[in-house]
C-alpha cells in the first residue's frame, strides 16, 4: 500500500515497498543484523553451556544459581541497559576505576562501538541460553557417564558422544530463543551503539515512528521475519541430519 | 559421577555471573549516592528513596504496574494451564518438542 502525505495509509497496492529494501543500504543493516545476531547466539553458547553445566552439576547450590540466572529479569531491560551506558561511558565507571588503576592512560571508546552492542546483547539474551540447555543437562542420567567412563572414554570423549548430543535439544531451543529476539532488537544497538551500529530492529523502528512510514516499516518486518522463518528451518534440518550421521560414528 | 567439577569451569561460571550482575549491582549502590553526578560517590543518602515516595505520580505508575502485572498473571495462569492440557493431547506439536524438552 502507498504511504499517504500524511504519514497515513493509503489504500492500492504496491510493491515499492518491498524493492526499495533492496538497497545496498538496507542491505548491509540486514547482513549486519544477522552477522551480529549469530555471532550473539555463539558466544551466549560459549558462556551458557559452562554455566548450565555447573549449575546441573551442583547439588547443594543449584537452587540459588538459577535463581541468580533468573534475577536480573527482576529489573526492566531498558534500565539494566542504562545500567550499562553508565559503566561503559568515557566518565563511566569500568573507565575511571582503569583510571585510577593505572591501566591506561586515557579513557577507552567503549560505548557507541560494536564491541558495546554485542556486550549488550550477550548480557541480554545469556540466561535464554543457560536455562534450556540446562534443563536438559539436568535430566541426563548420570549412569550413562559411568558407562562412558567404564569403557574408556577420556573426559572430552565423554562430553563429545554423550553429554553434546543428549543435551542438543538445550542448545537447539537456546540458541532459537536468544537468535530470534535477537534479530529484532532495537534497543541496545540503540542506547549502546548510538547512529552508526544500525540494527534491522532500528530501522523498523524508525519508519514506523520518526519517518512515519508504515508501508515500509511492514516491509521490513515482513522480509525479516520470512528470513527468520528460512533461518530457523534451515537450522534444524542441519540439527536434524546431523543427529542422524552422529550415533553411527 | 562424584568427581569435582574441573577448577576452570567454576572460575567460567563465576565471571559469568559477575557480568550478569554488575549493572544491576552498580545500579543498587548508586542508588545510595549522595551526589546527582552519577560517577563519584559522595557518601551514603537515603534521599532518592524519599523523593521517591513524595512523588503522587510515581506511586499511581506503580499501583497500575501491580494492578495489570497481577491480572496478566491471573489472565495467564488460565490459559497456560490449556495450553498445556491441549498439548499433552496433541503430543507431536514441534513447539513442545523444541522447547521444553
Request: proline letters at 6%.
Amino acid at each position: 500500500m502507498p504511504r499517504g502525505i500524511y504519514g497515513g495509509v493509503e489504500p492500492g497496492f504496491t510493491l515499492a515497498n518491498y524493492t526499495r529494501f533492496f538497497d545496498p543500504l538496507y542491505l548491509q543493516v540486514l547482513q549486519r543484523t544477522f552477522a551480529w545476531s549469530i555471532a550473539c547466539t555463539v558466544i551466549c553458547l560459549l558462556l551458557g553451556y559452562p554455566v548450565a553445566y555447573v549449575i546441573a552439576r551442583s547439588r547443594r547450590w543449584r537452587t540459588l544459581l538459577l535463581f541468580l540466572v533468573v534475577l536480573p529479569f527482576w529489573t526492566s531491560f531498558l534500565v539494566r541497559t542504562f545500567a550499562m551506558i553508565f559503566l561503559m561511558r568515557d566518565t563511566g565507571l569500568i573507565n575511571s576505576w582503569m583510571l585510577k588503576l593505572g591501566v591506561v592512560q586515557e579513557p577507552l571508546t567503549i560505548l557507541y562501538t560494536p564491541f558495546a552492542v554485542m556486550t549488550g546483547l550477550v548480557y541480554g539474551f545469556l540466561p535464554f541460553m543457560i536455562l534450556p540447555i540446562y534443563a536438559s543437562l539436568e535430566k541426563l542420567d548420570p549412569s550413562l557417564l559411568e558407562a562412558a567412563e567404564v569403557l574408556g572414554a577420556r573426559p572430552a570423549a565423554r562430553f563429545r558422544r554423550v553429554i553434546l548430543p543428549l543435551s542438543m535439544p538445550g542448545v537447539v531451543a537456546g540458541s532459537l530463543l536468544v537468535f530470534i529476539p535477537a534479530l529484532g532488537s532495537f534497543l541496545t544497538s540503540d542506547l549502546l551503539g548510538g547512529a552508526k551500529q544500525v540494527m534491522i530492529g532500528n530501522l523498523v523502528q524508525n519508519q514506523f515512528s520518526s519517518a512515519r512510514n508504515w508501508p515500509f516499516g511492514s516491509a521490513a518486518s515482513f522480509i525479516v521475519m520470512a528470513l527468520v522463518l528460512a533461518a530457523v528451518m534451515w537450522y534444524l534440518r542441519v540439527k536434524d541430519a546431523s543427529a542422524r550421521i552422529e550415533p553411527a560414528t | 559421577m562424584n568427581k569435582p567439577t574441573p577448577r576452570w569451569l567454576i572460575g567460567l561460571t563465576a565471571v559469568v555471573y559477575f557480568f550478569l550482575h554488575l549493572p544491576v549491582l552498580v545500579l543498587v549502590v548508586f542508588s545510595f549516592n549522595d551526589s546527582k553526578f552519577s560517577v563519584d560517590w559522595r557518601g551514603f543518602t537515603l534521599q532518592w528513596y524519599q523523593r521517591l515516595w513524595e512523588r503522587p505520580d510515581i506511586l499511581r505508575g506503580l499501583k497500575a504496574s501491580l494492578i495489570v502485572g497481577s491480572a496478566a498473571t491471573v489472565i495467564w495462569h488460565w490459559r497456560g494451564s490449556a495450553f498445556g492440557v491441549a498439548g499433552r493431547w496433541r503430543d507431536s506439536c514441534m513447539f513442545r518438542s523444541s522447547l521444553l524438552r
